[in-house]
């Protein structure tokens, strides 16, 4: 029985969703290996061999002599030039499309991502910082006025197609819920999510390695926000 090429190391995090967005739009058989942060998984020693920074995403590509790959948005580029889907051949919108990229890995992530871990782990853990609050949550809105400035007149944020950069974005974007960021009066953008909610492989991906509605506003989100901020006392 052959095995596929791709072997993902994931949890179910915005960063985990992207690879697994890419594959099942793709259709591509890969083995899903879940990393437990409780357990600490993605500190072992045999991970950290693959991905020395200790977080999740990795890959694994059996079919390149076991080559690893971190980074989600490393990852996302190696698997469009490999499997040649999601990444333009034209110069110039194969830059913009690693612009993009780029705009979500180096703002919209870390933004976001601190808003929800002052949020969602700091404060109901009795360290609340109300200036470190203001500075993401305003920032992290900002940022999604220009993705909403850019999807103007546009359905997706380079080209014609979905390119690697919606599918870096959407797991962060749409979880507004979960860092507290308004998306009100900022219609492109709303209508980019509907869009890529409408995709059923997208809706497929997401359920993995684990559902996790409450990053969407969805399901009892005040009991998934309590056993979140419980696994970091």
């Known amino acids: 029985m052959t095995r596929p090429d791709i072997v993902l190391y994931i949890a179910n995090t915005m960063n985990g969703w992207k690879p697994l967005i890419f594959l099942h739009e793709t259709q591509i ?63 110039k919108e194969r830059s913009e499309t690693l612009q993009w990229l780029m705009f979500q890995m180096g703002g ?7 808003a929800m871990f002052f949020q969602r782990i700091a404060k109901p853990n009795g360290d609340e910082v109300p200036y470190a609050i203001d500075r993401y949550v305003t920032e992290s809105r900002r940022l999604l006025e220009v993705l909403d400035t850019r999807l103007a007149g546009r359905d997706w944020l380079v080209g014609d197609a979905m390119s690697i950069a919606d599918i870096a974005t959407y797991p962060w974007a749409r979880s507004y819920f979960w860092a507290t960021v308004s998306v009100d009066g900022l219609p492109n953008l709303q209508a980019w999510f509907d869009r890529i909610d409408a995709k059923p492989r997208v809706q497929e991906a997401l359920q993995l390695p684990e559902p996790r509605p409450s990053a969407f506003g969805q399901g009892d989100t005040d009991a998934a926000a309590a056993e979140n901020a419980a696994r970091f006392r």
Do not use: C
Request: hydrophobic fraction near 35%.
């Open 29 to 91: 058989d890969y083995e899903l290996v879940p990393i437990d942060f409780g357990k600490k998984e993605q500190k072992a020693p045999d991970y950290l061999r693959l991905n020395p920074n200790g977080r999740i995403p990795t890959i694994v590509d059996r079919g390149a002599d076991d080559f690893a790959v971190f980074e989600s948005g490393a990852i996302l580029w190696y698997l469009a030039e490999k499997y040649d889907r999601f990444l333009s051949h034209d110069r």
């Open 108 to 114: 919209i992530g870390p933004m976001m991502g601190q």
